[in-house]
Structure formats: structure tokens, C-alpha cells
């Protein structure tokens, strides 16, 4: 395989994931746009965002099965078709709940396909340095933070929001070329040729594997060390997603104008931009223990959330959080694919990434709802003590698991080429599952 294609797939990677996936971490932009326009409860409201971004990671065990029956090319342009389709029909919504439909479901799941069939795409290319690879796709995500919460706000102003989504459809749209341009790797041939050669090439055989496949996620809670997993991923995803969509909510309520306040979440997307990189390179090679560096960068987000009240309400205290919570949170995306083959092994490697995201869809629905309860209920400081106590129990939670993972898993899992067949043992194992 020549470096070209690799390169061209890591490059359209980057992009699947820069114009498409990131648009997540600017719901609470459009959260504080819909309250000016529509006038509903802060908790009516977040459960619009909190759907959009759920779905992000609910759809992914079915992202995981149109990766297995069909590609991961197939995956991304029906994801950049439906974030298209869910944007244009949120511009002509006749009412505020038509939002749970157009916005929350079907944009939220294109983003969740345009995701999956990326990451899964460079696990193929990249079995040497999966880490370093996956970290330089999700560093479009930071750059998507960076850009998009002040972009959307300045749609917004001029547009305003139902045109607002009309123009982030036809960013999100453009996905669609680039991942045209993930062209199926030989051991995504070779498998779909064993599936065809054992239950025959007609199309409706297609919704059979799909069904099947989904069925093989139940054979994932065998394992204690992916049990631990998925309970650490609830409580963080929970706290996150509560922080990212009601981040700007909070900051406008201290005095921060809306303009402001997308600012600010635009420094939360410069240190997410650094820790996916930083954690990649980290975590590459075996230089830097990644399932260490999981639970240690949530003990220390825990951390500064429970010491955010005190200096949340001045500038520069703002300032600060955005940019560590991004530098301390975002690298866990980064580690998820590794630590995944280093629990279940390789040859269940895209069904327990499908898994862990949509684990990680539970935790994003329901914690912006708790959260704005206890807002409404007593005030933001207690939902920020919420919040810092979920994420020391998800590193809590990360130790433990580190005790259960197989100690060579990582030694099964190496990468020796097979003279035979001319294919490595992690391809083989892609190929007979």
C-alpha cells in the first residue's frame, strides 16, 4: 500500500471530522439562540441539545454495522447526506419541537456515521501508530471548537438561526467529498468477500449482517476491564457534554455577551486542538501508558470543575477553564480506539469502539438534562460540584479498569506480517470476524 493513499486518507480523515463531527461542541451556541428565539425552559431547550449531540454517539453501533456491510466511504457520505438533510429541514421547522426531529435525530446521527466511518478508516490504514493517527483526525475537531462557536454566532447575528442552519447543512455537506476520498482498505475487501462467499451476494443478505453485527455488542460485557470502561465513559460523557452545551448559558449569565461567550468556547477548542495532538504523540510506541494518562487527565478535569465556581464569575477565571478543560478532556477521544484492542482485541475492535461511543450518547443525553434540573433547582454552583464530583469518579472508575485488561493483549496484538498471505495478524483477525 502505497504512502499516498494513506496520506490521502488521513488528510480527508481530518477534514470528515473538521466540517462535520465538530459541529457538536457548538450546541451550546445554537442552545443560547434557541432560548432568545423560541423563549422555552433552559431544560426543555438543552433536551434539543443534548439530543443532537447524543445521537453523535447513539448511532454509532449502527455507524459500526454500515462500516461492516457495506465502507467506511459508505458510512461517511450517508452521514454528510443526513447532517445536510436534519440542518436544512431545522431552517423551515414550523415549530420548536419539529428541533427534536430534524436537529436532534437526523443531523445528530449523520454526525455520528461522517465520525465512525473516519476513525474506523484510519484503524485500517494505521495498525503501527493507530494512537498517533487518530489523535491527528481529532485534532479537526479542535480545530472545528476554534472555529465554528464564533462562526455560527456571527451566522446568527446577521442571518439568524433558522438561516443559520441552513448554512451549517452546507458546511457539514461538504463531508461528503472527502469521504469519497476513503477508499476501502484491502482488509475491508477481503472481509466483505469472506461475507459474501459464506451467506451469497444478494443485497437483502446486507440487513442480516447488519443485524448481526449489532447482535455481537452483547458478547462485549464478558469482559470486567470494557464493564469498567463503559461506567468510567457514562460519568464522563454525562459531565462533558453538560459543560460544553451550558458552558455559554453560564458564562452570559455572569455578564459574558453571547459574542462572548463563543469566544471563550473557542479557547476551549485551542486546548482541545493540543491535547489531541499532545496525547497521540504521547501515546505512540509505548512511549506514555495511555489507559494512565485516561484516568489521570479526569482526576486533574475533576479537579479544576470543583474549583471553577470560585473564579468562574471574572474573565481571566473563564479564560483559564475553557482552555484546561479542553487541554485535560479532549485527549480521551484520542485513546478510546487503543484502549478498546487493548480490552477485546482486534478482531472486535470496530464493535467495541461502536459500543463506547454509544455509551458515551447515554451519558450526553441525560447529563445536560440532570444538570439544568439541579440549575433550575438550586443554582450553577451545584451543578459545576455535580459535574467535578462525575468526573473524579469516571477516573476512579478508569483505575479500575486498568486492573482488568489482559496483560498481553498488547504482545497478541503486535504487529508481525504473515510471510503466507502477506497480511498482518490484526488484518487477519479484522477478516474472520
Request: with cysteine.
Amino acid at each position: 500500500m502505497s504512502g499516498a493513499e494513506k496520506w490521502m486518507v488521513l488528510i480527508s480523515g481530518f477534514f470528515t471530522i473538521f466540517l462535520g463531527t465538530s459541529l457538536g461542541y457548538s450546541s451550546g451556541v445554537i442552545h443560547v439562540a434557541l432560548l432568545e428565539k423560541y423563549n422555552r425552559s433552559n431544560l426543555i431547550t438543552a433536551w434539543v441539545g443534548s439530543l443532537f449531540s447524543s445521537m453523535f454517539c447513539l448511532g454509532a453501533p449502527i455507524g459500526s454495522a454500515l462500516v461492516n456491510s457495506f465502507s467506511c466511504r459508505a458510512c461517511v457520505i450517508i452521514g454528510g447526506s443526513l447532517n445536510m438533510i436534519g440542518f436544512a429541514l431545522s431552517c423551515f421547522a414550523p415549530k420548536f419541537e419539529f428541533l427534536f426531529f430534524s436537529y436532534g435525530i437526523f443531523a445528530g446521527f449523520g454526525q455520528s456515521f461522517s465520525n465512525i466511518g473516519a476513525v474506523v478508516s484510519i484503524g485500517y490504514y494505521f495498525q503501527k501508530q493507530r494512537t498517533l493517527a487518530t489523535g491527528a483526525i481529532l485534532v479537526g475537531t479542535g480545530f472545528g471548537i476554534v472555529i465554528f462557536p464564533p462562526l455560527i454566532r456571527i451566522f446568527i447575528d446577521i442571518y439568524g438561526i433558522d438561516s443559520a442552519f441552513l448554512l451549517i447543512g452546507g458546511i457539514s455537506f461538504q463531508t461528503c467529498a472527502f469521504g469519497a476520498f476513503l477508499r476501502p482498505h484491502k482488509m475491508e475487501v477481503k472481509r466483505h468477500q469472506v461475507i459474501s462467499s459464506q451467506f451469497g451476494v444478494k443485497e437483502y443478505l446486507k440487513l442480516n449482517n447488519i443485524c448481526s453485527s449489532l447482535l455481537d455488542y452483547v458478547s462485549l460485557f464478558n469482559s470486567n476491564g470494557f464493564i469498567f470502561m463503559c461506567l468510567s465513559i457514562l460519568c464522563w460523557s454525562s459531565g462533558i457534554n453538560s459543560c460544553t452545551l451550558l458552558l455559554p448559558d453560564f458564562y452570559a449569565s455572569t455578564g459574558s455577551s453571547p459574542t462572548e461567550a463563543a469566544y471563550l468556547m473557542s479557547i476551549f477548542g485551542i486546548g482541545s486542538t493540543l491535547s489531541r495532538l499532545l496525547t497521540g504523540m504521547a501515546a505512540v510506541d509505548g512511549g506514555i501508558d495511555g489507559k494512565l494518562v485516561y484516568f489521570g487527565s479526569w482526576g486533574i478535569v475533576g479537579v479544576l470543575t470543583l474549583c471553577f465556581p470560585a473564579i468562574g464569575k471574572v474573565f481571566w477565571g473563564k479564560i483559564i477553564y475553557a482552555f484546561l478543560l479542553g487541554l485535560y478532556s479532549a485527549g480521551t477521544f484520542v485513546l478510546l480506539s487503543q484502549i478498546a484492542v487493548d480490552i477485546v482485541g482486534l478482531d472486535r475492535f470496530a464493535a467495541a469502539v461502536g459500543m463506547e461511543l454509544f455509551v458515551s450518547g447515554i451519558g450526553f443525553l441525560m447529563g445536560p438534562i440532570i444538570t439544568s434540573k439541579i440549575v433550575s433547582a438550586g443554582s450553577y454552583l451545584h451543578a459545576f460540584l455535580f459535574l467535578g464530583c462525575l468526573f473524579v469518579v469516571a477516573s476512579a472508575l478508569g483505575a479500575v479498569m486498568i486492573l482488568f485488561i489482559p496483560k498481553n493483549t498488547q504482545k497478541r496484538q503486535g504487529p508481525v506480517t504473515s510471510e503466507d498471505e502477506g497480511v498482518s495478524p490484526e488484518e487477519t483477525s479484522f477478516i474472520a470476524h
